[in-house]
Nanobody
Framework: QVQLLESGGGLVQGGGSLRLSCVAS????????MAWFRRAPGKEREFVAA????????YYTDSAKGRFTISRDNAKNTLYLQMNSLKPEDTADYYC????????????????????WGQGTQVTVSS
């Protein structure tokens, strides 16, 4: 089992940047495919970005492409989401998620595919 703890959220002006982090406790972090999801006020949780367990492949939702970058450091058990050119519509609680996988190129974009979730970090983008 793994526990996830997000940080790095906050209030930023439109056009600004934030970097979210997600630290995983427990062993075998490098065997987990990871992702970021978000839930905006009054909306359902949605997929943002995913990364393979080795970090060599990524996948983004259309709204994140070109602005967000997902990465991981397996030596530090940490997942990142670099967010640039932030917009008010990016305002949401951001969650990291993990699932064990034996598939080296496994990328998963649906919340039901993930076993473990963090508590979330709030991102607010002002206009």
């Amino acid at each position: 089992q793994v526990q996830l703890l997000e940080s790095g959220g906050g209030l930023v002006q439109g056009g600004g940047s934030l970097r979210l982090s997600c630290v995983a406790s427990g062993r075998a972090y490098s065997t987990y495919a990871m992702a970021w999801f978000r839930r905006a006020p009054g909306k359902e949780r949605e997929f943002v970005a995913a990364i393979t367990k080795n970090g060599d492949s990524t996948y983004y939702t259309d709204s994140a492409k070109g602005r967000f970058t997902i990465s991981r450091d397996n030596a530090k058990n940490t997942l990142y989401l670099q967010m640039n050119s932030l917009k008010p519509e990016d305002t949401a609680d951001y969650y990291c998620a993990a699932r064990p996988t034996e598939v080296s190129m496994g990328l998963y974009q649906y919340s039901y595919q993930y076993y473990y979730w963090g508590q979330g970090t709030q991102v607010t983008v002002s206009s």
